[in-house]
């Protein structure tokens, strides 16, 4: 004998499955789900209307009525387990004298077509928007006050700006904590003046923000090409700063209010110098043998 849920579920679906046969979309009420009323629609169907697992065909009602109603019946039910069930249970009776109501409809699930009907939202790749926002509301951290380069002659301890620069600062620790900026070459070298890097191509000409486009300057009167060892935004003029960064290897005041500073080195001033001293092109100021960023440190 079934348990009074089971029956009350296979009670249910058959009640489903007759309203689809019988009247279509219509609204089953209380009073048609009395005990006797059950009983006798049950007993009206035949044991050929039974969906049955590895049935090759089923109608379009039994598809329905499986779909509004749950899974078909298993191997070891039948309609003699059913009325069985619903005669000997009178919890069943109780049961259906609550007020419950049932839609029935005839609409197929594949019937709502939209334009991102075939889409897996779930499994596609989010946006870089997508990445900022979330990164944004969850908290994380996206400023530190220093930061360590790891490069292939050594690293190279900044302290970073991220009070009187924030945006750059911002754009800097997103990227690298991020791994944007592992195994960037320093692409320009001038000797007694700077290093640069930050450049996926390589060439000097890419590069974008942690926006997906250029972000405007930061001046602070405070911050100024005043000594070597100063950390600051490469440009291609006013408020185009992307990715690419440089280091002073002296005192550069004329970049002042065109490029904004955000950092200092305070330690390993020494692979700085190192790097300025390699072998370049002179054409493009560009090492022959390429000097790559491993990895960076944020604290």
Not at 104 to 125: G, L, Y
Not at 159 to 173: I, Q, S, T
Not at 177 to 186: A, E, P, V, W
Not at 234 to 250: R, V
Request: net charge negative; glycine share 8%; charged share 25%.
């Amino acid at each position: 004998m079934k348990c009074v849920c089971s029956v009350t579920r296979i009670a249910q679906r058959w009640i489903c499955q007759y309203y689809l046969a019988e009247r279509g979309n219509e609204i089953v009420t209380e009073e048609e789900l009395n005990e006797p009323e059950i009983t006798r629609k049950l007993q009206s169907h035949t044991a050929t209307n039974i969906p049955h697992r590895g049935c090759g065909q089923q109608t379009s009602i039994n598809r329905r009525a499986q779909h509004m109603c749950g899974k078909v019946l298993s191997d070891e039910q039948n309609p003699s387990d059913i009325s069985v069930g619903l005669n000997t249970t009178s919890a069943l009776a109780n049961y259906a004298t609550k007020a419950v109501l049932f839609v029935v409809t005839r609409r197929e699930p594949e019937d709502t077509k939209s334009q991102d009907a075939d889409r897996d939202i779930f499994n596609e790749k989010p946006s870089k928007e997508d990445i900022i926002s979330a990164t944004e509301a969850s908290g994380v951290e996206r400023l530190y006050e220093s930061a360590i380069l790891h490069t292939a002659l050594g690293d190279i301890t900044i302290k970073l700006f991220g009070k009187e620069c924030p945006r750059a600062v911002e754009n800097f620790c997103v990227h690298s904590k991020n791994g944007y900026y592992n195994s960037h070459i320093f692409h320009r070298v001038i000797k007694g003046f700077m290093v640069q890097t930050g450049d996926p191509t390589g060439t000097g000409t890419g590069g974008e923000s942690i926006w997906g486009g250029e972000f405007e300057d930061e001046f602070n009167s405070s911050l100024r090409h005043d000594r070597p060892y100063t950390l600051s935004m490469a440009n291609a003029g006013p408020n185009t700063n992307g990715s690419q960064f440089f280091i002073t290897l002296i005192p550069t005041p004329w970049l002042d209010n065109k490029h904004t500073v955000f950092g200092r080195v305070v330690k390993g001033m020494e692979v700085v110098q190192n790097i300025s001293t390699v072998k370049t092109n002179p054409k493009t100021d560009k090492p022959y043998d390429d000097i790559q960023i491993v990895s960076i440190t944020l604290k």
